[in-house]
């Protein structure tokens, strides 16, 4: 028999991100009219090796295995999520959210709750887990990860925001309705959740999905998938994958193996 994938990879964990991102960055949740404002997260087991630059967390996991080695170090993992944060960011103009390293260090399926009065607004002020088993093994089911393109070199997804209250309050609550719709295995509300994030994602922050270094029509992809099956968006700004929600099998898609407390 040959060698686990895992002695190629790495044994840390990767994550998905669903509904709710940027939630997680301070310059647009501070204009969040009801906060908390949430976010969805979920935690893969690092069966396969994703692309950098795909919205994946990789570059986090890059910088947990350069600290810790193979296996998380025994600690609460909210220390080791504040730990992870100052060492990925440190001299960072621009940090990457804390939503990278709770996807990581959190097992199944988590909900990320932030406010700025909090910490401000770095870390989330709650985080509600789900490790069921069945629960796992419905998003597995139900979710198809398609390869798109990484993000281009001199992309930059931040070079126009348009901060408005209401749509950071819509995509506030696709966070909160994308884990509903999970956590009662609603297939119709979690796609619903993820064309709903991406909608606000165009019009907070245009060039997540229009930039002048994309040469792929991100949003004709996004359209063909929304209107195929019961919802799609990308992994991350830019492109990366594109997560489709569907009740049958999607041509050219991977699987995903969700990673659960199964103690």
Request: charged share 20%; with cysteine.
């Amino acid at each position: 028999m040959g060698k686990d994938i895992t002695s190629v990879i790495g044994s840390i964990p990767f994550r998905m991100a669903f509904a709710g991102g940027w939630i997680d960055q301070p310059f647009l949740s501070q204009y969040n009219p009801s906060p908390p404002g949430s976010m969805v997260v979920v935690s893969l087991e690092p069966t396969s090796r994703f692309m950098n630059r795909c919205g994946m967390a990789t570059s986090t996991r890059d910088v947990a295995m350069k600290l810790w080695g193979s296996t998380f170090p025994d600690h609460a993992p909210s220390d080791l999520v504040k730990e992870l944060y100052t060492v990925e960011n440190e001299g960072k103009a621009e940090p990457s959210g804390s939503q990278d390293m709770v996807g990581l260090l959190y097992p199944g399926v988590s909900r990320l709750d932030y406010d700025c009065d909090y910490e401000g607004g770095y870390f989330p002020v709650h985080i509600e887990s789900n490790n069921d088993s069945a629960v796992a093994r419905w998003i597995e089911d139900v979710i198809y990860m398609v390869p798109v393109a990484p993000r281009p070199d001199g992309y930059e997804p931040l070079g126009e925001k348009n901060l408005d209250p209401i749509w950071i309050e819509r995509l506030s609550q696709s966070g909160k309705d994308c884990y509903d719709a999970i956590i009662a295995r609603d297939i119709r509300g979690l796609g619903a959740s993820l064309n709903e994030c991406m909608v606000c994602w165009e019009t907070l922050l245009p060039h997540t999905v229009r930039h002048p270094t994309i040469r792929i029509d991100l949003m004709g992809i996004l359209e063909y998938y929304q209107s195929r099956y019961v919802g799609a968006m990308f992994s991350g700004c830019g492109g990366g994958y594109i997560y489709v929600v569907s009740e049958e099998p999607v041509p050219g898609a991977l699987r995903v193996d969700v990673r659960y407390d199964k103690g």
